[in-house]
Each structure stands twice: as C-alpha cells, then as structure tokens.
C-alpha cells in the first residue's frame, strides 16, 4: 500500500515531522512518498492509496500549501483514508492535552471526510528571521516535536489500515454485514418501538375514547380526527421504518439513514401524544413507544460511519438544495412560532395551558426545542460538507416527509370529519411533497466510493513500487538541516 505524506511548511519544522510520519509508516511496511504539498501534482493523488497531510499553524490558520491542496485534491481524498496533523504550539500542550483541530482545518476535514487529526508540538529557532516570529523568538523559540508522539499516532493509522478489510472494500463499512453489523438490542429496541406506534395508531383509530371530548362537549371532537388522521399515516411508517430496518442490517447506508429518521418521527409523535393528549391507558403505550424510539434513534445514528459519509455523497447530491429548503422550513415555522408567542406575551396571556386547547404550548415547544434546530444543523453542517451534516439532513429529510405526511393527513381528516373542503389540507402538502421529492434525489445520489487499487499492479500508470520512505527534498529556499540532524533536535 502506497502512502503519500504532504506538508506545509515555512521554516522546517512540519517538514521535519512529515518525515518523522513517513519514517514511521515506511518502518511498518507501507510504501511512502513525504513530499511538499505544493509540489505534488494533482494527478499524483490518485496513485496513492491513503494520504497524511501536515500543516504548519500560522496564527490559527495551516499553512497555505496544505490548505491548496486539500482543496485542489478534494475529489481524490474524498475516496482515499485521510489523516491531517497540524504544527504546533510552542510549549509542552501539545503532549499533556489533545488540542483539536482549528475551525478552518475542522472544515478542510469535513470537506474530505478526514478520518483523524493530531496536534504536534511545534518548533521555532532562536534566530527566526521575519516579524513577528523575530520577536516571539525572544521568549518562545525551542523545539516541542516530540518523536514519540508521532510514533503514537502513526501506530493508530497503521492498526486503521491494516485492520481494514484489502483497500478495495475498505469503504464498505459504512454499510456493512460484519463487524459494523446491527446487534440483537438494536433490532429489539426498534422493534418494540414499532410495535408500539402500531398499537397506538390502532387504539386511536379504532377506539372512539382514545381522544374523549371535553365536557361541555363540542358537536365535532376535532382533536380525534386530527390524531386519527396523523396515526393513519403512522401505520404506514411502522412498515416503512421494518423495510429500513431490513434494508440496514443487509448493510445498506439508505435503510440505516431510513431507519434512524423514522425513529425521530416516532420521538416526537409520542413525546407529543404522551405531553399534550388526554390520560387514557393509551397513555402508557406512548410513554413506552417514547422510550424505545430513543435509543433505537440513537443506535440507527450511531450505526452510520459519519467520518465516511462525505465520499458517499460524493455525487449528485442536492446538497446545497437540501440545506436551503431545512433552513428556509425552520426560519418559517420558528416566525411564526415567535410571532404567536412574542404576541401572547405582549397581551399578559399567560397561565396554565388548559385541557382541551393546550396543544399549541406544548407544539411549540417541540418545534422550537427540536425541529427548528434540526433543521438548522442540517442546513448549516450540509452547507459547510461537515460529515455529521449528511447524517442529519438525511434524518431531518425523512422526518419532514412523514411529519408533513401526518400533518396532511391531519387536516384532511379533520376537514372531512366537520365536512369542510379538503383543500384546507393543500397547503400542508407542500411539505412532504417537497421533502419527498428532495429525500429521493438526496437518496439516490448515495454511491459507495469507487474502490481503491488493492495492490500497486491494479493501478494504471502507477509508478513502481517501492517499499520505504522517499523524502522528496525540500526546494532550495526553504531547504533546512538534513534530516538526520533535524530528528536529532527533536526532543525524545
Ligand atoms: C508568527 C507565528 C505565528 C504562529 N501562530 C501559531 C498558532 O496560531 N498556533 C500554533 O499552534 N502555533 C503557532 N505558531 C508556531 C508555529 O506553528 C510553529 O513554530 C510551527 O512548528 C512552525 O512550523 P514550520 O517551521 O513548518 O513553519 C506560530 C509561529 C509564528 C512564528
């Protein structure tokens, strides 16, 4: 297996600890080109099997070389495993402390699906020449590179890459049969939650005290047909959430996304049935629908390799589409949400929520509490390609679609129920019209990553193989003290 490290450097020093990471993997077998990001070609990346790029830190910011060729290179390091180290501070913190990632190297892995990150200690000569580093020189010069913290590290990368399955099907576990596959408690929490939602939906459907009227009663008991209506829609998504379900455990990304926005549909429907429905012994069963969907969402979630997402919405994703349409729906619904609030306040009208009219209160704090920020980091974290971004905007694309299916269903039934028109119901299916038209581009542009030539005589083009470490020498103005010298400096 061929690895490229690629550095930024100004005066030397990540130069020196790429070498370090080169010398580190070439001592565990692996093939490694060390290089200076600026002088790798971009038609070089392909060649190589995973990729370790260093950036030095310049007032919080990596070192232009290595930013550019993140950047430049996006599309092929979306498809490889990588791993970026940045350099460093000038005092022991790096060792005592992990130091994460700055913002802007945070969004570089995001954009590439980074698999790690370390923060080595950085190095600064007492005869630095320029301003400011002349003057931090005075008081911060010294060398914290410490090759056992390199070590460390690159024994993480080399365990990852050869306890992965042959580079080929690497990137199979996202989905995968195996190792990743779904435990028995997972398929039982899920299951349970499920069972649940159905038994509800059919006690509100069939069971005419499930809602009681409120005493004086009205000619038409409203909320009935309003939760008969969104459990008619429920018991579509119950079978909807098993095939997913189905679908995740035979390894599929789709069914795992699939299954895990169910799931969030069922946390708010029960936790709003059990908070703002009336006692009856269906009670009970909200409460214990509640709390399955919970971990069973947590489970689906945490069954996604995140950090892999990225490369498998590498295609055609309505990416910024997707974003919009999240951050346009939780602007609105949180206007109008505030603007009845705001307006309640203003007019003193506050008070216990009561009986039979208490359901606006408590929907808007569920709104405002879960869906507003849904889609708000969904919109955000999909806009920025942050891995986790892609998670929630599939979870937040299902939840509006059979949210907005509910809802639809909702108003009809109301509608039809005190024999009013059934367009009232038309501008609720905006929604799921628009986030099922959204969720089955978003969907089908998941694509497992072309696979990676396992061995170097699959590569076309590829140039010899050749075990150790090849130190591409620094160009003449920043070429610095020969390695060998340079190491020795490093503390031990
Ligand atoms: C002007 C200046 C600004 C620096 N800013 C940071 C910084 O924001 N964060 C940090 O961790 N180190 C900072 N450092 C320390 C350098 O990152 C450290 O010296 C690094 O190892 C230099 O790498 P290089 O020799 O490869 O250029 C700064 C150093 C200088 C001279």
Request: overall charge positive; aromatic content about 8%; cysteine-free.
């Amino acid at each position: 297996m061929r690895i490229l490290v690629a550095y930024g450097s100004k005066r030397g020093a990540t130069a020196g600890l790429a070498a370090r990471v080169g010398e580190a993997l070439a001592g565990r077998g692996f093939a490694v080109d060390v290089r200076a990001a600026a002088d790798v070609s971009d038609a070089d990346v392909p060649h190589y099997d995973a990729v370790v790029v260093g950036g030095a830190l310049y007032m919080n910011l990596w070192h232009r070389h290595a930013r550019g060729f993140v950047r430049r290179n996006a599309t092929a390091l979306r498809s490889r495993p990588v791993w970026f180290f940045s350099s460093g501070p000038l005092d022991g913190t790096a060792r005592t402390s992990v130091i994460p990632p700055t913002r802007g190297v945070q969004r570089l892995m995001g954009l590439v699906g980074a698999l790690g990150h370390v923060t080595f200690g950085g190095r600064l000569a007492g005869d630095a020449r320029g301003f400011p580093a002349s003057a931090m020189a005075r008081n911060r010069s010294g060398d914290w590179r410490d090759p056992a913290h390199v070590r460390d590290w690159v024994e993480e990368i080399a365990r990852w890459l050869n306890t992965r399955k042959p580079v080929g099907e690497r990137l199979d576990d996202v989905s995968p049969p195996g190792a990743r596959g779904l435990s028995l408690s997972s398929l039982a929490l899920t299951a349970g939650a499920l069972l649940g939602a159905v038994a509800a939906s059919a006690g509100i459907l069939l069971w005419e005290g499930a809602f009681p009227a409120p005493s004086p009663a009205p000619p038409v008991n409203t909320l009935l047909a309003e939760a008969r209506g969104w459990s008619l829609v429920t018991l579509l998504v119950a079978p909807a959430a098993a095939i997913a379900l189905a679908a995740a455990r035979r390894g599929s990304l789709r069914g795992r996304l699939v299954w895990a926005g169910s799931m969030a549909y069922l946390v708010y429907t029960y936790l709003e049935f059990a908070v703002s429905g009336p006692f009856t012994p269906l009670f009970l069963v909200y409460v214990f629908t509640l709390a399955l969907a919970v971990p069973a969402l947590v489970v689906a979630a945490a069954s996604v390799n995140v950090a892999a997402l990225p490369r498998w919405f590498a295609g055609r994703t309505p990416r910024r589409l997707t974003a919009a349409v999240a951050l346009l729906f939780a602007g609105g619904l949180a206007a109008a949400w505030l603007k009845r609030i705001v307006l309640r306040v203003a007019s003193a009208d506050f008070g216990w929520p009561d009986a039979y009219g208490s359901v606006g209160q408590v929907v808007h704090a569920l709104d405002l509490g879960l869906l507003v920020p849904l889609g708000i980091a969904a919109g955000i974290l999909l806009l920025q390609r942050r891995p986790a971004g892609y998670l929630i905007a599939a979870i937040w694309l299902v939840v509006a679609l059979e949210m907005g299916a509910a809802l639809t269903a909702m108003v009809a039934v109301s509608a039809v129920t005190t024999r009013q028109s059934l367009l009232a119901a038309a501008p609720f299916g905006v929604l799921p019209l628009v986030a099922g038209a959204l969720g089955v581009a978003y969907f089908r542009a998941v694509r497992a990553p072309p696979p990676l030539a396992s061995s170097p005589a699959e590569r076309p083009e590829a140039p010899d193989p050749q075990a150790g470490v090849d130190v591409v020498p620094l160009p003449e103005r920043r070429a610095q003290p020969a390695l060998a010298a340079d190491n020795g400096r490093m503390r031990g």
